[in-house]
């Protein structure tokens, strides 16, 4: 009986995931047709972006500061309190800020996309806008495609920002690392390119949550009850997604030794 139950809910997954495949397909033909509802992606901004700044930004500032007192010590203690900043920025700008940011919009927006889709399709207003010849493609997934594909990269950014900032003054306050020094430090270490592989990875991570989000919601069925096992499952699936694409980012970025950042 379990086997069975197992067996039915991978069926059921493995089908809504080929459900998104397609759907992401249909939302990109659709962009690069010109076909945006303007009002409707002005209004996923607003949700997606400025509703979601307090808390990336917080959540960035003590990512940093955590980070700091984990790594600031031991640099002390061997001699390279000058790398504590450049190191930080490294970790926030490669990994931790697009990583960190994507998950809270995933908690955060990729459960609100579900859940209020999902009500449309269950109370049957998906059929509504086919019957008045709209496109729920063009006027649900696209605006939100959009809105995460944009937004995010700004979350990230300014979350990088904010992690610096909460970094620098735990290194000044705790460690009397001097804040020159630290920002000094970040300007060497960090490049051009890392800052690019955050963005990059911040658009891919934001298309993953617009469409998971999306899709699930447009495939709910049975009543209520449907609505929060599909805004349940979009977050788990929108997270799983996230890090198995980080890796995947991460390994066609990152490949090789690198440079010795600061050598000069």
Known sequence: MKSSLKNLSVSIWSRRLRAAILLAGQAVLHLLQGRIHRR???EEMAVVGPESIMIALLTATFVGMVFTIQVAREFITFGFAQAVGGVLALALTRE???VLT???LAGRVCSAFAAEIGTMRVTEQIDALQMLDTDPVDYLVVPRLLACCVMLPILTLMSLVSGILGGA???LNLYDIPTKMFF???QDFL???????A???SVVFGALIAIIGSS???TTTGGAKGVGKSTTAAVVTALLSIFISNFFLSWIMFQGTGNTPGAA
């Open 169 to 171: 003054f735990v290194a």
């Open 102 to 104: 994507a998950v809270i």
């Open 191 to 197: 490049v051009g390119w890392d800052l690019w592989s």
């Open 216 to 218: 699930w919601g447009l």
């Open 199 to 201: 963005i990059i990875k």
């Open 40 to 42: 409707n992606t002005f």
């Open 184 to 186: 000094e430090s970040v």
């Open 96 to 98: 931790l800020g697009p």
